[in-house]
């Protein structure tokens, strides 16, 4: 049994494999195609943080799939509040087949992945996002046909959605650059663990974002104080002055560039309305393919072939 924790647990051609069934999913679907593939089956999601694109594409996933799902909401009970992580993790394993787990701590969802007897999917912790990055790469496939030799930039904090990104780039052989203040790049424990499966290897970092944007084909951002990090909102916003992506600073891209983004979006912050909005950005194409991609892991994870 396998779990969705993170994407340097997948080799390449495991994750290839994953994005194939993502894309026959998808094109299926655009054929009217709703095969009931997890008929019988039950998703539980076990939220502590709030989720409009996770939540609603794993439910919509299992619907479609011909399964269901029950979804606990966490937000003022947090996991292992009224029971231990490793009973609650062993008990729901009784009832459901897969689990996705969104939380504060990384170590939360490392320890319920630990004692359950089921599938367990990172649906975002203050670590890392990998359902987000596998829903971009799918995106970024779909929109330049090949990812080989692709330079995707990411301006802004390196947190959890850049960390998730920068592996999933890497094991899919594209380049990829952080445009990030400094104090704001990856921390140590993601450098070593980067290292540990890419010997010899880092992701690039730049202070600069003019510069960093130069050769990008994929310019890449998110919010600058994430999730459970709002007491440091006024000082993240002093440090990221001068890195929002806005129309200026996607004119020294090359024109072909496209603009990512997992969203939430904070419009006039991290992003121009404009860019946000504008002919390059695949922001709602993108939060689309969450659904197709986390189809695709639910089905790899549960061992169904199609
Ligand atoms: N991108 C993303 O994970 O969105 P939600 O926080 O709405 O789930
Ligand atoms: N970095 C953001 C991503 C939200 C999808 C956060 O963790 O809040």
Redesign the pocket.
């Known amino acids: 049994m396998r779990h969705f924790l993170h994407i340097i647990d997948f080799t390449s051609s495991e994750l290839k494999g994953i994005l194939k069934l993502a894309t026959k999913l998808k094109a299926d679907l655009a054929k009217g195609l709703r095969p009931p593939l997890l008929a019988g089956r039950v998703l539980g999601l076990i939220f502590e943080?709030?989720?409009?694109?996770?939540?609603v594409s794993f439910e919509a996933a299992m619907a479609q799939l011909g399964g269901t799902s029950i979804f606990l909401d966490s937000t003022e009970n947090h996991i292992g509040a009224r029971e231990s992580i490793p009973d609650q993790a062993r008990t729901l394993s009784q009832f459901v087949d897969a689990l996705v787990l969104?939380t504060y701590a990384h170590k939360t969802i490392e320890e319920f992945a630990e004692f359950a007897t089921v599938p367990v999917i990172n649906?975002?912790s203050d670590y890392n996002?990998p359902c987000?990055a596998l829903a971009d790469v799918l995106t970024i496939r779909e929109a330049f046909g090949d990812l080989k030799g692709m330079t995707v930039t990411f301006v802004g904090d390196g947190n959890n959605v850049a960390r998730s990104l920068a592996v999933a780039c890497t094991r899919f052989g594209m380049n990829f650059i952080l445009a990030a203040p400094k104090g704001y790049g990856f921390p140590e424990e993601f450098h070593t663990n980067y290292r540990g499966a890419f010997p010899g290897k880092l992701p690039t970092h730049i202070t600069d974002p003019s510069e960093a944007v130069s050769a990008a084909d994929v310019i890449y951002t998110d919010v600058w104080t994430s999730m459970g990090q709002e007491a440091e909102s006024k000082a993240r916003a002093l440090a990221f002055h001068g890195f929002q992506v806005d129309e200026t600073l996607m004119a020294k891209a090359p024109s072909h560039a496209k603009f990512l983004h997992?969203?939430?979006a904070h419009r006039g912050e991290e992003v121009s309305a404009g860019v946000a909005d504008g002919p390059q950005s695949l922001i709602f194409a993108q939060?689309g393919n969450?659904m197709h991609a986390q189809k695709a892991i639910l089905l790899w994870l549960l061992g169904i072939k199609i």
């Open positions: 943080k709030p989720s409009l694109r996770t939540r969104r649906g975002l996002h987000q997992c969203l939430p939060a969450r």
